[in-house]
């Protein structure tokens, strides 16, 4: 049952806990009479969750206070904080990674051996969801072939 009066929140946490902090917040507010109807932890929104409550979300209350999260964003008008259903739909239903890399885009491995490193894009192969990078802060440049979902986006090729 869909609540006109729920709105949507962007939260601000600590880059890297985003799962840890909505864990929290779910197991606090569920104790605190708060009414939090979802949490949504989108994999391409570093630093950020979003919440739907029924009920404006207020920092200073001790129910919302977890370790890890920095705030709530501001909204495009002063004083409010709710975020439009539009702008979270691409979230809902991200499109594959690999449609949206391009050749010589750098990019930020996110697991296996290589997490953390930087390289750039030689190579894409769509029917496999592959891409062949090159790691910038190697000595000797050694193409590494990995899956789309294994990288980030950091910089899109430049025109």
Do not use: W
């Amino acid at each position: 049952m869909e609540d006109s009066k729920n709105s949507i929140y962007a939260l601000k946490t600590s880059v890297g806990q985003e799962k840890n902090v909505a864990r929290m917040l779910a197991r606090k507010v569920r104790d605190s009479g708060i009414e939090i109807n979802a949490i949504l932890v989108p994999e391409s929104l570093r630093g950020y969750i979003l919440v739907e409550s029924s009920s404006k979300i207020d920092m200073r209350n001790p129910a919302i206070r977890v370790p890890h999260l920095r705030g709530v964003v501001e909204g495009k008008t002063e004083g409010e904080s709710k975020i439009e259903f539009e702008e979270v739909k691409r979230f809902l239903k991200p499109e594959p990674i690999i449609s949206s890399i391009k050749k010589g885009s750098i990019v930020e491995l996110i697991s296996g051996p290589f997490k953390g490193e930087r390289a750039k894009v030689i190579r894409i192969d769509e029917s496999r969801e592959e891409v062949v990078l090159e790691l910038i802060e190697a000595a000797v440049p050694i193409p590494v072939t990995v899956k789309g979902d294994q990288i980030r986006i950091i910089q899109k090729e430049a025109d």
